[in-house]
């Protein structure tokens, strides 16, 4: 399409002059000033962190799956407790640093901070997300947590996980803080496309706790206890989609159940440590209890 030229031969015609009433002068400003408010709002959120990189899609996990994961039986975390068939289970270590990590979400002063820094590709961070998500379903709630499968280039390559990307989590006793530093894409061949960037504080603990900023992932505790890599090994999940690993959460006797509500278990019992071990129908479990015993976690006495 050619942009319409006014022959030389064409007269144009003068522009008629009428008064404008001065209603339409200020309806007209308002609307001016309201497009420009909005095209302000769009160079910000085109410039912020949080906006979708190219190519990456946030798949939300049933609401039936979330509330699966958020209500495993007591009977079955007591059964499982620390005792693994799949393998062995790396607890959470102490930090030995009295500091306490809190923050002050919505408000609520002073609650401690469980950090996961992770990435959506990682393998282990895949499968460390399994018992990350079950211990903290326990504390709070997730309205929103998005599917996720690791690369499918990497060692345990697609398993099946969730993302923390854009997820949505409310607890009484605790702020849980998230960084998908990497997604699952590599559309270069280069390296992976880039999600999240730690704030000040959240960098500070990867430089404290994690061997490098690209081991992923890294479980912090409030600064009281951390876990780098994976509580267990990623091919315990292996080809599993997340429908098959909630359902085996119904079996104690389960492989994958042993290993995800196992570490669950240890990852609770830290966490317990720093909310004064509330709430007491989660931290008093006996399932929790053996998590305690293993890790040496001594209780205060009860006044």
């Given amino acids: 399409m050619h942009p319409m030229v006014l022959s030389p031969h064409e007269p144009v015609a ?4 009428h008064a404008i009433p001065r209603r339409y002068v200020a309806l007209g400003l308002i609307i001016v000033a309201t497009i420009l408010v909005a095209v302000l709002v769009l160079i910000r959120n085109d410039n912020g962190a949080d906006q979708t990189p190219s190519g990456e899609i946030f798949t939300p996990a ?12 007591t009977a079955t975390v007591d059964a499982v407790g620390v005792t693994a068939t799949a393998g062995p289970i790396s607890p959470p270590l102490p930090t030995n640093n009295p500091a306490l990590w ?6 609520v002063a002073n609650l401690p901070v469980v950090f996961f820094y992770g990435a959506e590709f990682a393998p282990y961070a895949a499968a460390e997300s399994w018992p990350v998500v079950v211990a903290l379903s326990r504390f709070g709630t997730f309205t929103q947590l998005g599917l996720a499968q690791s690369g499918s280039s990497v060692a345990f390559s697609d398993t099946s ?6 997820a949505r989590y409310t607890s009484l006793w605790l702020d849980l803080q998230t960084v998908e530093r990497y997604g699952s894409l590599d559309p270069t061949g280069g390296g992976y496309t880039a999600l999240q960037t730690p704030t000040a504080r959240q960098a500070a603990s990867v430089e404290a706790y994690d061997t490098s900023k690209s081991t992923f992932p890294l479980l912090d505790v409030a600064n009281h206890y951390t876990l780098i890599g994976s509580a267990f090994a990623p091919s315990v999940l292996d080809g599993l989609s997340q429908s098959d690993i909630v359902a085996d959460l119904a079996f104690p006797a389960s492989p994958v159940t042993q290993a995800v509500v196992g570490a669950a278990n240890e990852i609770t019992a830290a966490i317990c440590t720093v909310t004064g071990q509330r709430p007491a129908a989660v931290c008093d479990t006996r399932g929790v209890a053996a998590a305690d015993a293993k890790m040496a976690i001594s209780r205060p006495a009860a006044s």
């Fill in 62 to 73: 049933p609401t039936s799956l979330l509330q699966t994961i958020g209500h495993i039986p």
């Fill in 14 to 17: 003068a522009p008629a002059v």
């Fill in 102 to 107: 809190v923050a002050s979400p919505r408000g």
């Fill in 161 to 166: 996980t969730f993302t923390f990307w854009q």
